[in-house]
Structures are given as C-alpha cells and as structure tokens.
C-alpha cells in the first residue's frame, strides 16, 4: 500500500510499505479523510520522537477486516459496539484506562495507557492516518464511532479536534452570561467560538487575519477585532476567562491583565516545550520575554490553566455536537490534498493563509 513516511525532520516520503497485519480483536481500516493536526506538524518540523513513523490521527475510514472474526469483537472485553465490515467509523488513537491516579483526577492525557498511540500503519505506531490501511489495537476500540450515514467522512475526522476544544470548555467551568475572550480564529479557535456560544457564552474573538474575524462571526462571536490592535478593542464588559489558542506568550501575558478577578486563562496552543522553542532563533526563551504578576494569581485568584489533547468519556457528547451539525464543521475544511501530497498539506497548515482554516488529505480519494 502507499503511505507518507516521516524519514528525518522535514523528511515526508511517500513510499511503499505492507499492509498491516492484525491480530484477534483488532481493526484492518481502509482510510478515508486524515486531518492535519498542528501536533503532527511539531513532530515532523522538530524531530521530536525518531523516525521512521506514519503520522495522521485525525482519522476516519471504512472497516475492511476484522481480527478472529466478528464474534472475537463482541465477546471482548472492548465490546463496546459491533462492528461489521462495511462499517464508515471515526477513530481515536488514545484511549485511558479509565482506573489509574490520572484518570481518576481526569487527566486523561497524563495516563500511561493513553500515552500508547493504538493506531498504526507500520512502524512504531503514530497514527498512521497518512497510509491506505490503518491497524486499530485492541486498546482503542472503545474510541471508535460509527459515522451516520447521512455525515461524511471528512466530518467523522474532525472528531477528535473537537473533543479537545470541549474538554477544554469544561475545563473552564462557565457559566451562561459569561465573557471570553478566544484568542486566535483559526479552525480550533472557531470551535471554541462556536461552542462557546451555542453554551450562552458571550465570545470575543481576536485573530490577526481580517478573513478570520468574518468567520468567527458567523461562528457566533459577538465582537471579533485585529489582535494586532490592542488599543482598539473596546472591552464594554469585564472578561471572565481568555483562551488563548495560539502560542503567543504576550497573548498570555495580556489575558491575566485582562480578565477579572476569579477570572480563568486557559493555554491550548503552548504545546512546545522551551528546550524545541529555543533550537528555533525567531522564538524567545518562554521565561525571558514576558512577565508574569504572580499576585494577579494570588490576590485576584485568577487561575492559569492549561488543557492538552482529548477528553475520551466527552466522545458521545462530541459525536452528536458534529453529527447533529449543531457545530457544523463542513465550513472549516478548506483545502483537500491527495496522499501523494500529505508534505504540501503540512506545509500549509504550518503556514497558514488568509484562505485556509483546516486541512485534510483525502487518502482514499
Ligand atoms: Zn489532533
Ligand atoms: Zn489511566
């Protein structure tokens, strides 16, 4: 089968690798739709776990094989669903365990058994949503969703962003009436644009694309301004909590100035740790080029927070949010890329234009 392998940093080759082979109670997965995820394209612009891998996790496809036959699924202890050949599903490549120290303080992303990636077309598993054939372990069937037949699959891959833009929204404990401040309108910024508002939420959207803030808009916010224009954003009502979903430290910096006392800023796009921002010349130390007032945290109570990855129990609560078209998430994919040109789409969503918001490979098209 063809399938985009990460050689190096920067390295993505498309080459020629076998079909996985699975095991008793395992998943053979003909992939449809993998997102582009900026997690991925940390991986691959930062070399930061070895090659050779196959990344892709944003993944939703068509059942083509079942491991010791149907009946090895629903008599084990994954039998969750039945899955039957034929079946269109989302895939989620972490799982927890539902039963350790993490898991019980919910922080699912911290457990052991959610740190093991349960998906993969070869190699050490990553993912493996840039192949044609993907192997889904035993671990992470209880991940797997079935897509409606009226929903694409392109809608079944965009799943597993959402469910970390939920976990996030819960994470900040809201109320109906509150004022937020999303900083950042690209395709994760408006899901929490659009889910914060469908919650009652009062939502100021910043970005520094003017063709953004059109969109957040429609997205629901109910003022969207130039980030690059602080001293025209008119704050009429004080902010209850920022989420700050692009890696800015200033924009942090400015959000615990901004919301008031009791007041909630979350980090959602911080995901590279300072030893990869330093290797990079045009990023600063994270330590050196903001100031952080430790008493806006100890006198105003405000709470730094920080939210990674998803939330697995919110997969139902997610599914129906995409599959109702609630959240609509047809508008944010923009650009499809064919598997032989899976280093062009990382490309652009590392790069992002006024035209692009999400960015998927459409390997079985
Ligand atoms: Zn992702
Ligand atoms: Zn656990």
Redesign the pocket.
């Known amino acids: 089968m063809r399938a985009v392998v990460y050689r190096g940093v920067n390295d993505l080759r498309l080459e020629t690798v076998p079909v996985p082979r699975i095991g008793a109670h395992e998943l053979l997965v003909k992939v449809a739709v993998c997102g582009v ?1 900026p ?1 991925d394209i940390k991986k691959i612009h930062y070399g930061t776990v070895p090659p050779p891998r196959i990344f892709g ?2 993944t939703a496809g068509t059942i083509v094989k079942i491991g010791g036959g149907r009946s090895g699924i629903r008599n084990s202890q994954f039998a969750i669903r039945n899955f039957k050949v034929g079946d269109r599903v989302a895939l989620h490549h972490h799982v927890p365990c539902l039963d350790c120290h993490f898991c019980r303080h919910r922080a699912f992303a911290q457990c052991e058994t959610y740190k093991r990636t349960g998906i993969t077309a070869g190699f050490e598993p990553a993912g493996g949503g840039y192949a044609e054939y993907i192997r889904v372990l035993p671990f992470v069937l209880p991940g797997v969703v079935k897509i409606p037949a009226k929903n694409s699959f392109e809608e079944g891959a965009m799943l ?2 959402v469910n970390t833009v939920l976990k996030a929204v819960k994470r900040l404990e809201l109320l109906r009436g509150d004022t937020v401040l999303v900083a950042g309108q690209g395709p994760i910024g408006l899901m929490f644009t659009k889910i914060l508002s469908l919650q009652g939420i009062r939502v100021l959207a910043t970005d520094l694309l003017a063709s953004r803030l059109k969109l957040a808009k429609k997205f629901g916010a109910y003022r969207a301004v130039l980030a690059n224009q602080p001293s025209t954003i008119n704050y009429q009502r004080p902010l209850d909590a920022a989420i700050i979903a692009v890696p800015s430290d200033a924009a942090v910096t400015q959000a615990l100035q901004l919301v008031r006392g009791a007041g909630k800023v979350l980090l959602f796009a911080h995901t590279k740790r300072a030893e990869v921002r330093n290797r990079v010349s045009s990023h600063q130390p994270s330590t050196i080029n903001y100031q952080l007032d430790l008493a806006s945290i100890c006198l105003d109570e405000k709470d730094l927070i920080g939210s990674y990855s998803s939330d697995f129990t919110l997969q139902r609560e997610v599914a129906r949010f995409v599959f109702s078209r609630q959240l609509d998430v047809r508008p944010l994919i923009t650009h499809r890329f064919p598997l032989a040109q899976t280093a062009d789409a990382v490309a652009l969503a590392a790069k992002p234009t006024e035209a692009s918001l999400k960015i998927v490979v459409n390997v079985g098209g």
Do not use: A, K, L, V
């Open positions: 995820c997690t996790h944003e597993e962003p």
